[in-house]
């Protein structure tokens, strides 16, 4: 698997927008995979590599000291969005204040809708990249009405969408501008990769006893790089400076190819996170 990212030019073909996320669309199906975890690191970074989001994390947040709480607790959150229009309002309020100087000396607000919408890009770079890598090969179509559904999606913060490409086609120059001209080495990123990361710092998973901890470290700390070396976008990864090998690229091929064909023996209570869950019977016992 040389390149895990899905983002890639397809045919010229006219996108329709649908009219409401629901049962039938496919970010409904595959927002709530348990999967999503697999992505929390190079989502993570990703986010962190935004200027703007980099400034809001460290002047804003309580991300240092419980980075683990706050990855596994935000994802699930974001991605609960997409069930219950409540939870799109209260992610979106959260960031009402969220505002400051980068350490460029610029002046960011999360609400912006370049910042918001470049934040989204990156939750819609996970989605896509989840099921293409870790349940099926997305088919151009696929991608294309996962791009659509993605739009509704943001759509539902009530923020501008200037910043939002109209289809598939500008979303893969957008994003490709975005990974190689907008995103950089910041401050958090780098923390991330020096002090994060269980082989170069103390921060512990949540639930996880210390002595326990202290074994595992060696092997969570070479899994966690090696899933963000292989779901990053390679310039993404060139960014950071991060290693990923012929050798990387096999393992993680294999890795890859194990979860798709197991995950569906897994029992149902495994494979959808609990928020999800809770989103989905609440949406469907609103609508009827």
């Given amino acids: 698997m040389s390149n895990t990212t899905p983002i890639e030019h397809g045919q010229q073909v006219v996108d329709t927008q649908p009219s409401a996320l629901g049962p039938d669309s496919m970010l409904w199906r595959y927002a709530g995979d348990s999967r999503i975890y697999l992505m929390a690191t190079a989502t993570g970074l990703l986010l962190n590599m935004l200027p703007g989001v980099s400034a809001g994390i460290e002047q804003h947040s309580s991300f240092f000291t419980e980075p683990w709480v706050r990855t596994l607790r935000s994802i699930p959150q974001i991605m609960e969005t997409i069930y219950d229009p409540q939870m799109t309002r209260r992610v979106r309020d959260y960031h009402q204040d969220v505002k400051g100087i980068d350490h460029h000396g610029r002046r960011y607000h999360a609400l912006s809708p370049e910042l918001y919408f470049a934040a989204h890009a990156v939750f819609t770079y996970t989605i896509i990249t989840m099921i293409d890598v870790f349940d099926h090969r997305l088919t151009d179509a696929e991608k294309r009405q996962l791009y659509r559904e993605c739009k509704l999606w943001y759509q539902q913060y ?55 901890y202290l074994v595992l470290r060696p092997l969570l700390a070479d899994q966690a790089m090696l899933l963000t070396a292989a779901l990053l976008p390679p310039a993404a990864r060139r960014t950071m400076n991060l290693p990923y090998s012929r050798f990387d690229r096999l393992r993680f091929a294999a890795a890859a190819a194990l979860i798709r064909n197991t995950w569906p023996r897994l029992p149902s209570a495994l494979r959808e996170t609990p928020r999800a869950r809770f989103g989905k019977h609440r949406a469907l016992r609103l609508a009827g």
Avoid: N, Q
Wanted: glycine residues 6%; hydrophobic residues 40%.
């Fill in 158 to 212: 009530g923020i501008s969408d200037r910043a939002m490409p109209e289809d598939w086609d500008g979303f893969c120059v957008y994003w490709d501008h975005l990974c190689s001209e907008v995103m950089e080495d910041t401050p958090v990123a780098r923390a991330i990769i020096t002090d994060v990361f269980p082989s170069k710092g103390t921060a512990r998973p949540p639930h996880l006893p210390l002595p326990v």
